[in-house]
T-cell receptor
Framework: LAKTTQPISMDSYEGQEVNITCSHN???????ITWYQQFPSQGPRFIIQ???TKVTNEVASLFIPADRKSSTLSLPRVSLSDTAVYYC???????????FGTGTRLQVFP | EPEVTQTPSHQVTQMGQEVILRCVPI?????FYWYRQILGQKVEFLVS????????KSEIFDDQFSVERPDGSNFTLKIRSTKLEDSAMYFC????????FGQGTRLTVV
């Protein structure tokens, strides 16, 4: 399973765009990249998943360069409610398990 | 939007007692998982279940733990003889290409 590295924490202000980068140097050919959001005492919430290039949904965008050794989660115009821990996970689409790292703690200030 | 539901949301049990945590996965999903998160720590993989059998388990998932899919809709985690260190949030997840998590059961062993 590919190991991921993310910043431990990030700070932002309301209305700003936030980009969280994840490094996964040993990603395998059949691995997908998935991002989750977690609030205290709640289950991880699926945000976005991608394999290559760019994926966009109603809450975020995911940018994956051609070598796939990193990925960037982009949150447009964050609000206070986006304060949470964000996890980058790498694994097969039908994987036996997902390995969570320590994630990135995003703090949004007014 | 379909979701994974877990019951109970909070359970308090005495050390040595058996507990059963219940989950209803998303209906067309094929892969099922249990994870746990001790307060302030990472989300840890416990076990994955596919095609009515365990497909992978972690070293945490010892003989005290078991999983079952007793019917077409429920997925349960049993802890036979709880220990103080089993106190944690337990999350169920289901997947058919992207894992979705329930809101968790907070287990408190006293």
């Amino acid at each position: 399973l590919a190991k991921t590295t993310q910043p431990i924490s990030m700070d932002s202000y309301e209305g700003q765009e936030v980009n969280i980068t994840c490094s996964h140097n040993n990603i395998a050919t059949n691995d997908y990249i998935t991002w989750y959001q977690q609030f205290p005492s709640q289950g991880p919430r699926f945000i976005i998943q991608g394999y290559k290039t760019k994926v966009t949904n109603e809450v975020a965008s995911l940018f994956i360069p051609a070598d796939r050794k990193s990925s960037t989660l982009s949150l447009p115009r964050v609000s206070l409610s986006d304060t949470a821990v964000y996890y980058c996970l790498v694994g097969g689409l039908y994987t036996d398990k997902l390995i969570f790292g320590t994630g990135t703690r995003l703090q949004v200030f007014p | 939007e379909p979701e994974v539901t877990q019951t109970p949301s909070h359970q308090v049990t005495q050390m040595g007692q058996e507990v059963i945590l219940r989950c209803v996965p998303i209906s067309n999903h094929l892969y099922f998982y249990w994870y746990r998160q001790i307060l302030g720590q990472k989300v840890e993989f416990l076990v994955s279940f596919y095609n009515n059998e365990i497909s992978e388990k972690s070293e945490i998932f010892d003989d005290q733990f078991s999983v079952e899919r007793p019917d077409g809709s429920n997925f349960t985690l049993k802890i036979r003889s709880t220990k103080l260190e089993d106190s944690a949030m337990y999350f169920c997840a289901s997947s058919t290409g992207g894992a979705f998590f329930g809101q968790g059961t907070r287990l408190t062993v006293v």
